[in-house]
């Protein structure tokens, strides 16, 4: 008996626990049934990464009454949840944020939803207040180093320099150092990764990632603090991954710095991407597209409707071209609206949004078409879903340039019926599949020129030989290769360049998807279409001196390309004797 009244206690806290659990389950499948119900989506704000740029969008106070909360913002794209449509304060807040600018997106959300963006505010007063006192990092600081810094040892050498200031300084001024050897070499990725005795300074530039520097062990903590609160991350979160941003001007440079944190053995290591605004200023002349394509690109971009897919690998320059074409067709009368993920680079004039748990390609690009755009970008088409959602667009009036991630032009058709689209209405949809890669284009300064080694020679004639109206490859055959110097951080490389393929969607191609999509057959029902193949527009550039054979080599598989056109045996028949015998030198 005794016992009871401590039973009851226990059994009943466990109990209301489990009850208030519930209730919230339950509401949150009720705010979800309800959001189906009168059209708007729904947001569980408490598994979400609230955007602070959006969140402080609406001040506090305002947020409360109107029980409103924005938790995203692309450009004037401003998500916002909202308990109820039915409140006149927040129907009132909605329309002062329509006056204001902002497009709205409207989430239906839980009370508890509510209350936890309510709580960021507080988080977003404490970083402010941090990020004005120590945290500063001072941009103009930054301009002066970058002028110090040409290759990567400036870099250890300058933050060698520093290492004898003992104070608050020291730590602003090596993260200061980061991001301008990073700005000056033109690095795309800052890498911190902290090992057991060092922390190792990774920059990735053209490509490639580098090792700039180990920082001492001591430091390690107050560098994460700072970029970590400088990004928006939760501070004593350590055993999550999280992403954040911030962003600084540089003159006139605004540059804006994503962050993603991951937990490891020594600690968590960080990755900074550098978004260059220049990128999205991109226009398609700096493509490089040979003349070929570049007349068939500006026919197709003018067609009102229909797919334009670019295929390729990560890091292929996919997105770039997208952004270039983008560009291409923008005109102040059609309304363009992007889902990506994430928005990479912002383009002035256009709307783009960014995929999140509740706002996928499928669900978004939905959203987008209630939108009334003209011209839709899909950053990648992944299952069945989203590629008939992007192909009914297409057939209803709308230009939406897309991705597929496959290994070539040709492979983006399988590719697309492997993903269940009926290979009948695959030739009505798409207008043209674009393939690419990127190689590094040599360094002007230092490149060296050379004559073709035979080996070189019979591969150049090969691929070349069947260039569309034919091509005259000079002899002697001379072309180029690295060398190294200051200029290009002594890898003989500065820059990349995409080298390309297309398929445009004819009568020929179409009757060849439809009754026998394999790639070779697609691949000689193209014929006629005299576009170069990747391998031929990369052995152009190598031609030009614009990139080396062997960086050709490793980026496309010419071997194949070879292989179709002639034999491997017919190479050695070719030789002269004096050819062999350097041949075998
Ligand atoms: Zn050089």
């Known amino acids: 008996m005794l016992q009871l009244p401590y039973m009851k206690k226990f059994d009943d806290s466990g109990l209301h626990t489990q009850m208030s659990d519930l209730r919230q389950r339950e509401e949150e499948n009720l705010m979800q049934s309800l959001a189906l119900q009168y059209g708007y989506k729904y947001v569980n704000l408490r598994g979400y990464t609230i955007n602070p740029e959006a969140l402080m969008k609406i001040p506090e106070l305002k947020s409360r009454a109107g029980q409103v909360v924005a938790f995203e913002l692309n450009r004037r794209l401003l998500s916002v949840a909202i308990h109820t449509h039915r409140d006149q304060k927040t129907k009132q807040l909605l329309e002062e944020l329509e006056a204001e600018g902002f497009e709205l997106l409207i989430y239906l959300c839980s009370t508890a939803s509510l209350e936890h963006g309510y709580s960021r505010y507080a988080d977003q007063k404490n970083a402010t207040a941090v990020k004005k006192g120590v945290l500063d990092i001072n941009p103009d ?20 320099k520093i290492r004898t200031i003992n104070s608050q300084r020291r730590i602003s001024e090596t993260i200061e150092l980061i991001f301008a050897g990073a700005l000056a070499l033109k690095a795309s990725d800052i890498h911190i990764e902290p090992e057991e005795e060092v922390i190792r300074l990774r920059y990735r530039i053209d490509g ?70 220049t990128v999205a200023s991109f226009n398609i002349d700096k493509l490089m597209l040979n003349p070929r394509l570049a007349k068939v690109m500006d026919e197709q971009l003018k067609r009102p409707n229909g797919l ?19 560009r291409a067709v923008h005109q102040p009368e059609k309304k363009i609206i992007t889902i990506e993920n994430p928005v990479e680079y912002k383009i002035d004039g256009i709307v783009q949004t960014q995929t999140s748990p509740d706002y996928t390609f499928a669900s978004g690009l939905r959203a987008i ?14 299952d069945r879903e989203v590629a008939e959602t992007a192909i009914h667009a297409a057939q209803t009036g709308h230009l939406v340039f897309t991705t597929l991630h496959t290994n070539s032009a040709v492979g983006g058709f399988p590719r697309l019926i492997d993903l269940g689209v009926d290979s009948r209405i695959i030739g009505s949809a798409v207008n043209i599949m674009l393939g690419q890669r990127l190689v590094r284009v040599l360094c002007d300064k230092c490149k060296i020129q050379y004559e073709a080694t035979p080996r070189e020679k019979s591969l150049i004639e090969a691929i070349l030989q069947t260039y569309p109206d034919g091509y005259i490859i000079p002899n002697p055959l001379i072309i180029y ?16 360049v995409g080298v390309f393929e297309a398929i445009v969607i004819d009568n020929k191609v179409e009757e060849a998807v439809i009754r026998d999509p394999r790639e070779h057959i697609i691949m000689e029902a193209a014929v006629g279409q005299k576009i170069p193949t990747i391998a031929q527009d990369g052995m152009v550039k190598v031609m030009n001196g614009v990139t080396s054979l062997i960086e050709l080599e490793r980026v496309v598989d010419l071997s194949q390309t070879k292989g179709r056109e002639i034999p491997e ?9 004096e050819d062999f015998s350097s041949h075998i030198v």
Not at 308 to 316: E, H, N, Y
Not at 487 to 496: A, L, M, P, S, Y
Not at 569 to 577: C, G, K, P, R
């Open 369 to 382: 078409l209630r939108q009334d755009p003209d011209i839709i970008m899909v950053g990648e088409i992944r």
């Open 569 to 577: 045996t017919n190479d050695s028949d070719n030789l002269t004797t």
């Open 481 to 496: 290769k690295e060398n190294g110097c200051d200029v290009c951080n002594h890898t003989g490389f500065k820059g990349r």
């Open 308 to 326: 334009v897919i670019t295929t390729g690998p990560t890091g292929s320059g996919k997105t770039t071209a997208l952004y270039a074409f983008l």
């Open 141 to 160: 600081d930054i301009l002066k180093s970058t002028k110090s810094i040409s290759v990567p040892e400036d870099v250890g050498v300058a933050l060698m």
């Open 208 to 277: 490639v990632l580098l090792d700039i520097f180990d920082l001492e062990q001591q430091l390690y903590g107050r560098i994460i603090s700072r970029l970590k609160l400088l990004s928006g991350m939760i501070l004593n979160e350590r055993m999550e991954a999280q992403d954040g941003r911030f962003e600084f001007n540089l003159a006139e440079r605004k540059i804006e710095v994503r962050a993603s944190i991951i937990p490891g053995a020594s600690g968590e290591s960080m990755v900074m991407r550098l978004l260059d605004p």
